[in-house]
C-alpha cells in the first residue's frame, strides 16, 4: 500500500509550522519505499494535488478548537471537520472541498483513506517566529508514534 | 458517533469582521473593515543572509509565493548591483506568467465568478465552484481544474519546485529549461489562451448579456472614483515583472509616474487606531480620510487598478478585449469595482499571449542565466502580484546580511479602497435603521472583487468567506450581528 505523511503548515509562524517539525522527525523514523513523507506549505487545491494517486494520505497539521482544550494531539477523519479543513488562505478552497469537487469531476486517484493527525495549538501566532512553543514542542514525540501507529495500521 | 466540533484549521487567526456604525436616523455613518495583520516580519529578517529572502518572504503568505519570490530576487539584484542577463529576465517572467494564469483562474471559477456564474441572489451553499460547475457543466469544471494546473505546472517546470520556488537568485536564476521542457510548456500556454478566450465568451454571456448583471456593475454602491496604479512598460502598457509604477488620477489622466527606488517618497502611509493595517496614499496629495474623488490619496492596485492606470495591454487579443470594455462600460477609466472580474480575465489573455511570445523566443533556452554580483548595499523590488503592486527594500551589511527589511504588499494598496467600498454597499442596503436581507451577500461581493489576500482563513465549504458584521447604533451599542460560514 502506497502511503503519503505530509506535514503541514507555515515554517515561518511558530507554532503553526509543528506539522513541520513532526515531519523532519518521521524522516529520521521511517524508511520504507512505500511511504512518501513530505513538508508542505500550502492547502487546498495544491494539497490534494500532492496526496492523489496514493493510497492512504495522513496529514500532520496544528489544529486549533473553538473551545478552550488542553494541547493534545488527536487522529481526525475529514468527517470530523464540518466546514472544511486547511485553505490557508482567502485565495483557495478547502481540502475537503477540493476532495469533492475532484470527485465531482470523476478524478479517481483520490487516496482511499485520508487521516489527519492534529496537534492542539492554543493560539495561531500573528507574530513571525520560526520556534515552536515549548507546550508545542512537548507534544512533537507523541505525533510521531501516532503518525508511525497510523502507518504500521496500513500493513 | 461522537462530532467533534472544531474550528476550522486555520493558518491565521481571523477573518474579515466588518463594522458599521449608523447615525440617529439609522443610516450608515462608517463602517470598517478589520484585517488582521501578520507583525514582526522586519525583526524577523534582520541578520539574515539577503539571498535566503526570496525563499522567506514567499512563506509570508501562501498565496502569492511567486510574487513575493520575484520582488525579492529583484531587490536583491538592485542591492548587489547586478543586472541579470536577457534570458535569466525572460524565464523570470515567463514564470510569472503562470502564476497569473493559475491564480487569476482559481479566483475567477472558485472565488469571485461564483457571485455572477451562479448569481448574486443564490444561497451561498450554490455560490461556489460546485454552483459553477452545476451551471456551467462537468466539461467546463474539467478544464477549469486543468488549466489551473498548467499554470501550477509551468511554474514548478521553471521554479524548480510546486508552489514555493527555489530559483531567483540575485543576478539570475538558477534553472534553465530543455527543449522538452520547451515543447509541454508551449503545449499547456497554447490551450491556456484558448481557456482565456472561452472565459472571456463566458463572461459576455453570463454577465454582459445580463441587463441586470451589468447595471449592478454600474450601480452607485460599486463605484469609486479614486486614483489607480500600475507597472507599465515604456509604451504605458500593463506589464507584471518590470517597469515603471504610473498612477493616473481619476479621470484617466497620468498623474505621476515614477521607479521603484521612489516609491518612499510618492506612497506615505496612514495609521488607524482600530487596524494594525496601514493604508497607504498618494504622498503629494496627503490623507483625507476614506474618501474617493481627485482630491483624496486614496488608490486603487490590482486588475482592474492596472488597466486604468495603463493605456492597453501589450499583446494583441488582450489589447483588443481592453478596448472593448473600456467602450462597453463608458470609457476609460472604468471605476466600478465589479469591473475587477472583467479585468482580471483580460489580463488572464494578456499573460497567456504574452507567455506565448517569451516560449517561442530562442533565448529562452540560453545557458547564460546569471551575472556575477557586485557590492551588496540597498536594493529595491517590485513586480505586480495577482492583486496589486508589491514592494520589497532591503538594506544590506557589508557582508550581505539584512539590515532593514519593508515591504509594501498588494493588498496593504487596496486596504482605504477595500472599506470604502464596503462602506458603499452597505449604505444601500442599511436605510432608517432597517437591515436588507441582502447585506452579507453584497457587502462579501464589494470586497471579493479586489481578491484581497489579508491573513485570514476562509474555509468555503459551502460558499463565500467567513464573515462577522456587527451593526453599532449611533450611542455605538450593538445593534445587530450578522454571520456567514462561520
Known amino acids: 500500500m502506497k502511503t503519503i505523511v505530509v506535514g503541514v503548515g507555515n515554517p515561518i509562524l511558530q507554532d503553526d509550522g509543528v506539522g513541520i517539525y513532526v515531519a523532519k522527525q518521521l524522516k529520521k523514523h521511517v524508511q520504507d519505499p512505500d511511504i512518501v513523507i513530505e513538508e508542505a506549505f500550502t492547502g487546498g487545491m495544491n494539497l490534494l494535488d500532492l496526496i492523489l494517486g496514493y493510497d492512504k494520505a495522513i496529514i500532520i497539521d ?55 493527525i492534529g496537534i492542539l495549538i492554543d493560539r495561531i501566532s500573528q507574530v513571525f517566529g520560526e520556534k515552536l512553543s515549548e507546550k508545542t514542542a512537548s507534544l512533537v514525540p507523541k505525533a510521531v508514534d501516532m503518525v508511525v501507529d497510523e502507518i504500521r495500521k496500513g500493513g | 458517533m461522537k462530532t467533534v466540533v472544531i474550528d476550522p484549521i486555520t493558518r491565521l487567526e481571523g477573518h474579515g469582521k466588518i463594522s458599521i456604525f449608523l447615525n440617529n436616523q439609522g443610516n450608515v455613518e462608517n463602517a470598517y473593515l478589520q484585517i488582521p495583520e501578520l507583525r514582526g516580519f522586519e525583526r524577523f529578517c534582520q541578520g539574515r543572509r539577503a539571498e535566503d529572502m526570496p525563499q522567506i518572504t514567499s512563506r509570508i503568505c501562501g498565496v502569492c509565493p511567486v510574487a513575493h519570490h520575484f ?42 465568478g461564483p457571485d455572477f456564474v451562479v448569481g448574486p441572489d443564490a444561497p451561498p451553499d450554490k455560490r461556489n465552484i460546485l454552483g459553477v460547475i452545476e451551471k456551467a457543466g462537468i466539461e467546463i469544471g474539467k478544464d477549469v481544474i486543468r488549466h489551473r494546473a498548467y499554470g501550477q505546472r509551468i511554474t514548478a517546470i521553471l521554479g524548480g519546485k510546486a508552489t514555493h520556488p527555489v530559483c531567483g537568485l540575485p543576478g539570475g536564476v538558477s534553472k534553465t529549461l530543455n527543449r522538452e521542457e520547451v515543447k509541454e510548456i508551449e503545449k499547456m500556454i497554447k490551450s491556456c489562451v484558448e481557456f482565456a478566450k472561452f472565459s472571456l465568451k463566458l463572461f459576455d454571456d453570463v454577465v454582459l448579456k445580463n441587463k441586470d448583471y451589468v447595471d449592478l456593475i454600474l450601480s452607485d454602491p460599486y463605484t469609486l472614483k479614486t486614483y489607480n496604479m500600475g507597472l507599465v512598460d515604456e509604451n504605458n502598457k500593463v506589464n507584471f515583472y518590470d517597469g515603471k509604477i504610473r498612477v493616473t488620477d481619476p479621470e484617466g489622466k497620468e498623474y505621476i509616474k515614477f521607479d521603484v527606488k521612489d516609491y518612499y517618497k510618492n506612497i506615505a502611509e496612514h495609521v488607524e487606531e482600530w487596524s494594525y493595517i496601514k493604508f497607504p496614499y498618494l504622498k503629494s496629495i496627503g490623507w483625507k480620510g476614506f474618501k474617493d474623488g481627485k482630491d483624496s490619496g486614496i488608490y486603487r492596485v ?35 469595482t465589479l469591473a475587477f472580474h472583467w479585468a482580471r480575465l483580460i489580463e488572464l489573455l494578456y499573460v497567456s499571449e504574452r507567455a506565448m511570445e517569451l516560449i517561442k523566443d530562442p533565448e529562452i533556452t540560453s545557458q547564460h542565466v546569471r551575472n556575477p554580483v557586485g557590492e551588496p548595499d540597498e536594493g529595491f523590488g517590485v513586480v505586480e502580484a495577482s492583486r496589486g503592486t508589491l514592494i520589497h527594500h532591503y538594506k544590506l551589511t557589508k557582508d550581505g546580511l539584512i539590515e532593514k527589511a519593508n515591504l509594501i504588499v498588494a493588498t496593504t494598496n487596496n486596504a482605504g479602497a477595500i472599506n470604502m467600498s464596503v462602506k458603499n454597499a452597505a449604505k444601500g442596503l442599511i436605510k432608517n435603521g432597517k437591515i436588507n436581507d441582502g447585506l452579507l451577500n453584497m457587502v462579501e461581493m464589494a470586497f471579493r472583487a479586489y481578491d484581497p489576500c489579508f491573513a485570514c482563513a476562509t474555509h468555503t465549504l459551502p460558499g463565500g468567506m467567513p464573515m462577522e458584521i456587527n451593526i453599532y447604533d449611533h450611542e455605538k451599542k450593538l445593534y445587530k450581528t450578522l454571520k456567514q460560514n462561520m
Open chain 1, 62 to 116: 496544528a489544529v486549533k478548537s473553538e473551545k478552550k482544550q488542553k494541547n493534545e494531539v488527536r487522529r481526525f477523519t475529514l468527517n470530523d471537520f464540518s466546514t472544511g479543513i486547511h485553505s490557508c488562505n482567502p485565495h483557495d478552497i478547502s481540502l475537503v472541498e477540493a476532495i469533492h469537487l475532484a470527485k465531482k469531476l470523476g478524478e479517481t486517484r483520490i487516496p482511499q483513506e485520508i487521516v489527519v
Open chain 2, 71 to 112: 520582488a525579492s530576487t529583484k531587490a536583491l539584484d538592485d542591492a548587489f548591483n547586478v543586472d541579470p542577463p536577457s534570458a535569466a529576465k525572460k524565464l523570470r517572467e515567463l514564470m510569472y506568467c503562470g502564476y497569473i494564469i493559475y491564480d487569476h483562474i482559481l479566483h475567477f471559477y472558485y472565488l469571485g
Open chain 2, 302 to 336: 490590482g486588475p482592474l487598478g492596472r488597466l486604468n492606470a495603463a493605456e492597453g495591454m501589450a499583446t494583441p487579443l488582450a489589447d483588443k478585449e481592453y478596448k472593448r470594455m473600456y467602450e462597453t462600460l463608458g470609457g476609460r477609466p472604468v471605476n466600478s
